[in-house]
């Protein structure tokens, strides 16, 4: 159950003529997210969500509701919010801010094969690009700085070995962000969080991105990392499955050809991917905010994928020789 907050028809119907979308018809609640109130909702002229925030504010959402605006106007597939008709993006409902976006048809494809990673590893560059002239600027809200802020909050959880892995490869990564190779990543807004349940396909054709609320501006190479990380690994063991990552990889890099330095980068930001969620499920986990009704993550998954990223060569980002 994730209703927070409910929002009957006929509040809808009211609410909804400051937009120019005809009359409401319908609204249902979604149950599955956990950040948010979700709900269904047609009207007149089509089908969208409509999004209630529970936590994000007025002052954080604007980075991510005109970054999808922006996204969606050069065409990359991402639920496009609608203005009212003073051109507001984010309004209130119930004293929270809401949105409307349109509506994303299909499934998140959860058994992915090589043919939807490719999809995924497309559209991914092509959506780096597309950001590249976007004018807010957000970092990564959970990039370095709050690796480094939260790793002491989590450090007295964990086993002697896991304390060790997490000090050790802190300073990896800490050495890492201060390398000549480093700052010749490129970098922009990015995703951040591109798991499959994120990413919606009608059959196998790729419908969208969704879900940019950890989006911010990080290196590309991370954002690919993340994907990697998730679409192309079998989730038992957390090992590459190497012909879906070939396919992310090559498709990406046809829209957007990765550099030397990011392949002299890329297993320490397949690591660095790793680590990112592998801390803050162990925040999730072991410091749960008051109220959490779900079960979290299980953080031993991404424990699994840091220790495999380090002791094993990743299949390259591309051909050197081709
Ligand atoms: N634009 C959209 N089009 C179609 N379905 C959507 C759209 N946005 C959200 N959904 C549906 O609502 C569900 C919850 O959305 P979302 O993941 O954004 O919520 P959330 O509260 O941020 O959840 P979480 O953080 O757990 O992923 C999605 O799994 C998807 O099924
Ligand atoms: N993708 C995150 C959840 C928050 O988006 C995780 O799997 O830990």
Redesign the pocket.
């Given at each position: 159950m994730?209703v927070f907050t409910s929002v009957s028809l006929d509040e809808l119907s009211q609410w909804i003529t400051q937009f120019d979308l005809g009359r409401a018809r319908t609204i249902r609640g979604?149950s599955?997210?956990?950040?948010?109130t979700?709900f269904?909702i047609t009207t007149d002229s089509g089908e969208y969500?409509l999004?209630v925030f529970e936590k994000l504010t007025f002052e954080q959402l604007p980075f991510y509701l005109n970054l999808m605006r922006h996204l969606a106007d050069r065409g990359i597939l991402v639920?496009a919010p609608i203005p009212n008709r003073d051109g507001a993006i984010i309004n209130t409902l119930h004293g929270k801010p809401a949105s409307i976006?349109?509506?994303?048809h299909g499934d998140?494809q959860l058994s992915p094969q090589p043919v939807h990673c490719a999809a995924v590893g497309a559209m991914l560059a092509r959506m780096h690009l597309a950001a590249r002239d976007f004018s807010m600027q957000q970092p990564n809200l959970r990039g370095i700085a709050w690796w480094n802020e939260n790793a002491p909050i989590v450090m007295p959880y964990l086993s002697e070995a896991n304390k060790q892995l997490l000090t050790t490869e802190l300073a990896f990564q800490n050495a890492f962000a201060v390398s000549d190779t480093y700052r010749e990543l490129q970098a922009g807004p990015i995703h951040a969080d591109l798991f499959r349940?994120?990413v919606?396909f009608d059959g196998d054709r790729l419908t969208?991105f969704?879900?940019f609320?950890f989006a911010g501006c990080d290196t590309w190479l991370f954002d690919v990392a993340v994907t990697v990380n998730d679409w192309c690994i079998d989730l038992h063991t957390g090992r590459l499955d190497i012909a879906r990552a070939r396919a992310m990889l090559d498709a990406y890099h046809r829209e957007r050809p990765f550099t030397a330095a990011e392949q002299q980068g890329w297993q320490t930001m397949l690591r660095a991917g790793a680590l990112r969620f592998w801390l803050s499920r162990l925040y999730d986990f072991h410091l749960p905010r008051e109220a959490e009704m779900l079960t979290p993550h299980d953080p031993a998954h991404f424990e699994r994928i840091l220790r495999l990223r380090i002791a094993d060569v990743p299949p390259p980002l591309f051909d050197q020789n081709g």
């Open positions: 994730a979604i599955s997210g956990i950040e948010n979700n269904f969500v999004t639920p976006v349109t509506k994303l998140c349940n994120n919606m969208g969704f879900d609320y």
